[in-house]
């Protein structure tokens, strides 16, 4: 009966030595929010309003009846996409990026671009 626990024993220790580890999870990217807080003054507007807000594009891209503006700081690049509504284009979309292509919160290039040149 001894040795029918010894042995037991055995086994089972011989089981848990070669049971493997999951390896440790890796953690997934952090992805930003994406909400239209903070874009009152862009999202809705037409190509004058942007011009007023930010300067001069630094790009103006025209496909068919839609137009993308972009405007760029040290801060970051934001393309600001116009589509038709009405008798004019106006902004519906927007997309923000860090210059070397990181991902930045538009909110906040809406801030950096409104204070560029000053």
Same mark, same amino acid.
């Given at each position: 009966?001894? &040795?029918? #626990? ?47 807000? &930010? ?15 972009? &405007?760029?700081?040290? #801060? ?17 979309? #927007? ?8 991902? #930045? ?14």
């Amino acid at each position: 009966m001894r &040795f029918s #626990i010894l042995a037991g024993a055995v086994l089972l220790a011989g089981c848990a030595s070669t049971a493997t580890t999951a390896p440790p999870a890796t953690p997934a990217a952090v992805a930003l929010p994406y909400t239209s807080s903070g874009l009152e003054r862009v999202i809705g507007q037409d190509a004058a309003a942007l011009v007023k807000l &930010f300067g001069q594009p630094d790009a103006d891209v025209r496909e068919g009846d839609a137009r993308k503006l972009q &405007f760029q700081s040290r #801060i970051c690049v934001l393309d600001a996409y116009l589509y038709p509504r009405g008798n004019e284009q106006r902004v519906t979309y #927007i997309d923000a990026r860090e210059p070397d292509g990181s991902a #930045i919160d538009r909110a906040s290039c809406v801030s950096a671009l409104t204070r560029r040149g000053k």
